[in-house]
């Protein structure tokens, strides 16, 4: 297979090379944009856009000077990934999300966690929730470390969604692991605007089997915990926002309590969105 014949969604190519947590420095904006130029130099990149100025715009322009042919579609990202599927039958389609090995990958998010914790679970993990691979890759990797004895129980895990769009938030709610109607509109966490995810059943089970839940989370709620991690040095992008907006939410009602070890988990700089940041947090 030759590298103009691997097709991509515009979510491959711009996953964050993360992960990040709240008391972790980010990674560097040079790393970033190696890997970035590595996946476009073996891409074609079908993209959405909404007309909105962001990072997708900036990804459209730095992905052709890499040499990656890109085919915009106009809408939202479900858009660019419905059109690489009816185009799947002439070419690859390197979504990760259809990928089976990709949680095998993004797994070791658990064994940095628990490393970085001093070889200790924590007890309780929020990451921003689209797709769920972040989550799932928690889970895989947690169920791991406990099958080897190296902790005792799994941590607790939180799938932080917009409200705007929150249909895992919707299914967990409503005690089922199938699509349960919500209305959808515009969220300025992009990141996570999947109306319908693929593995929605396997992320209610790890839910479940965690003793976690999901927090739906309002914009204005997800703009002022992205104006405080600012305060606080952390340049995230709105997404990321969402699991530090969680983390409130959630402290705030006692479901996780000040003497727990919890871990926010923030997936993308604010560099995917620096346009959209530095409106929100004048």
Known sequence: MTPSRVLGAAAVVLLAVGPWVLARHQLSLLTDLLI?????????LIMGYTGMLSFGHAAYFGLGAYGAAVQLVEGPREESEAEAIRQSSQTFYASHNWQPFFLEGTKSLAYEIWEDLGFRAPDNVIVPVGAGSSLLGCAFGFRELRKAGQIAKLPRLFAAQPLNCSPIDASFKAGADTPV???????????????????????????RESGGGTVALTEDEIVAALRRLARQGLFAEPTSASAAAALDKLSATGAIKASETTVAVLTGTGLKAATTVADLVQ
């Not at 970035?36 to 074609?44: E, R």
């Not at 992009?190 to 839910?207: M, S, W």
């Open 36 to 44: 970035f130029g590595l996946f476009a130099m073996s891409l074609d």
């Open 181 to 207: 109607a919500r209305e959808v509109s515009k969220t300025i966490a992009e990141g996570t605007a999947i109306k319908n995810p693929l593995r929605l059943r396997e992320i209610i089970g790890a839910l």
